[in-house]
């Protein structure tokens, strides 16, 4: 295709292959250090607070939250920081629930040595060190925690820095960020400078800095310094803040503050599940998390914190080198870009080297490659599930063995544009390479408008393709831009999105991969026959081995419910059907049951097949005063309750009925809606205010986190080949045991 060239040109295709592949494979977390230097992190070191950290599940309210809570504030004391415990009641309404929990914040603080560089306003790291009822939390969020201790080790063995540092390891996150909302509604972010939040979601890979707050340029610009491997885009954040996903940073961000938000999102299998542990934590990871901390407070803590210089869009090349320039900057780039794009075009069609329909057919080809490429994988995943079910169990429905998929998707993507580019033959050279920059321009102008972030992703393959219009021997530069920038990024798109939104992270990369059109065969359909044939085998392959074993089991649920309102006792499984192990007790076709208006936790259909009525302790709620019966003289009824858990409870859900409601509330604190979410199982007091005559009708239900004894002597151990399901994927292993009264 190219001009003066008689047979494919092997070798720049070689090159450009060469470049991706290394773009890949330096996508991935140092090695970790046993030891270092007293001022530098090691690895090795923070691992002893994590095998402390991460024994057992430690969720907001548990004994074992208390200990992890103790043993952070008494290392932190032990290291030189000033250290506080700040306890306060939460309130947070979360999706038609309001969740109420007592947050413990660990504050410790390491003075710095001139704090008026900033003002006074301090660098505050976050971590939260609570985990859920599914998992030890070894690497959400232990990891960040044990990185955070090791990072004020060297930080007070060190000479220090010039600003206040303060190491917030907050509680309740998984609860809802409760820690977060705690600390800012004591403390407001007036006196932070910055915030630099530490999160994983999986046991393993770089860590990624994903999101930025506004006026970012000098914390990128500090990133972009602090570790060996500083790994971040701003295409992630545009992604990422239009997710319904959260974290404590979303917290100080929406108040005001500014910073960064980091996490390592590998092995989506171990999250919040019980493989969460010591054993599967890349080590490398936790290497990562904290020696970019530690530069981050070093380059930092000696600056003046207010100090902003606008908004950058950045990138890493090859996760060593962080790119960054300011927004404004990449605003006026791609428009001299566009224009000078615009004058080559008419200078080559005045000269007759392109005419105007031909370069319009190839853009228009390429943008239907693009969509092709995209709904064919849309379609053959679409497959997969359907021949497949048992996916369907897993998180994301990620497969054990996805780099079979991995393979296979992104050959789908070239089989099209392999066909795309037979048929571009019919056009002259020169026209295909104007049409695959002018739909390149396209989305630059369209994305610099909308998300200027994101336009990186065609700034540098069109300006470095403008060569091209003068001679076609240089077209193969776009697509080697594109294959340093693009790979790790549709790479990481596949991790994030999972296997069932596969077709997402196509399209990216076939919006890239048109750049080769120039340079693919052209003269036969075998090409694009020969790799649709090998991207069918390896997505063969890949479902056909995507069964269980012992080694990859599949995650399953069982919940006992024992209503004692109703005197019925159930079985209740939210997983997609019945397997070895829950259809003992549900058999192989249980009904089909929503119990949404009772049980907000569970907002999808459940299995649902009868138990035997096992002797479960039930909370209670009792009237704290004595209370007259309803009268319709009096201007109101108020009534208070206390309401006591047992001591197996994780979680209370208290429904107050809504006829006659006026409202509740639990001191001070406004009750903003007639479910609640108790945590911990600490007696609380709810008073709530009635119309006149009103009885009050109350529902207690304790969730115990994974199945009592008396429950899993009934149903029987596990079989090889299967765990149990991760919190946030679907409700997991429980007890509920629900009670009913009046007051």
């Known amino acids: 295709?190219?001009?003066?060239?008689?047979?494919?040109?092997?070798?720049?295709?070689?090159?450009?292959?060469?470049?991706?592949?290394?773009a890949v494979l330096a996508?991935?977390?140092?090695?970790?250090?046993?030891?270092?230097?007293?001022a530098e992190f090691a690895a090795g070191r923070a691992e002893r607070h994590l095998e402390a950290i991460a024994q057992r599940p430690h969720p907001i309210g548990s004994a074992d939250n208390a200990r992890v809570r103790d043993y952070i504030a008494d290392t932190a004391?032990?290291?030189?920081?000033?250290?506080?415990?700040?306890?306060?009641?939460?309130?947070?309404?979360?999706?038609?629930?309001?969740?109420?929990?007592?947050?413990?914040?660990?504050?410790?603080?390491?003075?710095?040595?001139?704090?008026?560089?900033?003002?006074?306003?301090?660098?505050?790291?976050?971590?939260?060190?609570?985990?859920?009822?599914t998992g030890p939390?070894?690497?959400?969020?232990?990891?960040?925690?044990?990185?955070?201790?090791?990072?004020?080790?060297?930080?007070?063995d060190g000479d220090g820095v010039r600003n206040d540092v303060v190491?917030?390891?907050?509680?309740?996150?998984?609860?809802?960020?409760?820690?977060?909302?705690?600390?800012?509604?004591?403390?407001?972010?007036d006196g932070v400078g910055a915030v630099l939040n530490w999160e994983a979601r999986g046991s393993g890979g770089p860590v990624w800095m994903f999101q930025t707050g506004a006026d970012n340029a000098p914390f990128v610009s500090a990133f972009g310094g602090a570790s060996s491997r500083p790994v971040a885009n701003s295409f992630a954040y545009e992604v990422y803040r239009r997710m319904p996903n959260y974290s404590d940073f979303t917290v100080f961000q929406e108040a005001g503050a500014r910073g960064l938000d980091s996490a390592f999102i590998e092995h989506v299998r171990d999250y919040h599940s019980p493989f969460d542990d010591l054993a599967r934590l890349d080590r490398g990871s936790l290497q990562h998390h904290g020696e970019t901390m530690v530069g981050l407070v070093r380059a930092l803590g000696d600056v003046d914190l207010r100090a902003g210089d606008g908004d950058a869009v950045y990138f890493d090349l090859f996760s060593r080198v962080l790119v960054h320039y300011p927004t404004w900057l990449a605003v006026a780039l791609a428009a001299v870009t566009v224009v000078a794009l615009a004058a080559l075009l008419a200078?080559?069609?005045?000269?007759?080297?392109?005419?105007?329909?031909?370069?319009?057919?190839?853009a228009g080809l390429a943008v239907g490659a693009v969509v092709v490429a995209g709904a064919v994988s849309f379609a053959v995943w679409a497959l997969v599930a359907a021949v497949r079910p048992g996916l369907g169990f897993l998180a994301l429905s990620e497969p054990y063995e996805r780099g079979w998929f991995v393979a296979g998707f992104l050959l789908v993507g070239l089989a099209v544009l392999l066909a795309a580019a037979r048929v571009a033959r019919r056009w002259r050279p020169a026209e295909v390479v104007a049409g695959v920059l002018v739909v390149t321009a396209v989305l630059l102008v369209a994305v610099t408008a909308a998300v200027p972030g994101a336009g990186f992703l065609f700034q540098w393959t069109l300006l470095l393709g403008l060569p091209a219009l003068w001679t076609t021997r240089l077209a193969f530069l776009p697509p080697l831009v594109a294959a340093a920038i693009h790979p790790p990024l549709v790479g990481t798109m596949m991790v994030a999105l999972g296997m069932p939104l596969s077709a997402v992270a196509v399209v990216f990369g076939a919006l890239a991969g048109v750049l080769l059109l120039p340079l693919l065969p052209s003269g036969a359909w075998w090409p694009a026959l020969g790799v649709t044939a090998v991207a069918v085998a390896l997505i063969a392959v890949g479902a056909a081995r995507a069964g269980f074993t012992p080694d990859e089991p599949r995650p399953d649920s069982l919940i006992y419910l024992r209503d004692t309102a109703t005197g019925r006792a159930s079985w209740l499984s939210a997983d997609p059907s019945p397997d070895e192990w829950t259809s003992r007790v549900l058999g192989p076709n249980p009904e089909r049951v929503t119990l949404t208006g009772e049980y907000p936790a569970f907002p999808e259909p459940l299995m649902r097949a009868d138990a035997p009525d096992l002797d479960l302790p039930a909370p209670t709620a009792t009237a704290v005063t004595p209370t007259a019966p309803p009268s319709t003289d009096a201007p109101a009824r108020t009534v208070t309750f206390r309401v006591t858990p047992t001591a197996r409870s994780w979680r209370t859900q208290v429904t107050v009925a809504e006829p006659g409601l006026r409202g509740c509330r639990s001191g001070a604190l406004a009750l903003p809606g007639r479910v609640l979410k108790l945590y911990g199982t600490t007696p609380r007091e709810i008073t709530c205010d009635l119309d006149p005559g009103t009885t009050l009708e109350v529902a207690v239900a304790d969730h115990w986190a994974g199945l009592p004894a008396e429950a899993s002597a009934v149903v029987g151990p596990r079989p090889p080949g299967t765990m149990p399901v991760q919190s946030g994927n679907r409700p997991f292993d429980a007890a509920i045991v629900r009670a009913a009264f009046r007051l």
């Not at 030189?80 to 309404?93: C, N, T, Y």
């Not at 200078?347 to 190839?362: F, K, N, Q, T």
């Open 1 to 22: 295709m190219i001009e003066g060239a008689r047979r494919l040109p092997v070798l720049l295709l070689v090159v450009i292959a060469a470049v991706g592949a290394l």
């Open 27 to 38: 996508f991935r977390p140092p090695a970790p250090a046993a030891d270092a230097p007293p």
């Open 77 to 133: 004391r032990d290291l030189g920081a000033e250290v506080a415990v700040e306890s306060d009641d939460v309130v947070l309404p979360w999706r038609g629930v309001v969740r109420l929990a007592t947050a413990h914040n660990v504050v410790a603080r390491v003075p710095g040595t001139d704090p008026s560089v900033s003002g006074g306003r301090a660098l505050l790291l976050v971590a939260h060190y609570d985990s859920v009822p």
């Open 137 to 156: 939390g070894a690497a959400d969020d232990g990891a960040a925690v044990a990185a955070m201790l090791e990072t004020m080790r060297a930080l007070t």
């Open 167 to 189: 190491f917030l390891f907050t509680d309740g996150e998984e609860a809802g960020t409760l820690g977060a909302h705690a600390y800012v509604r004591r403390h407001g972010v």
């Open 347 to 362: 200078r080559a069609a005045r000269r007759g080297r392109v005419r105007w329909r031909g370069v319009v057919a190839v």
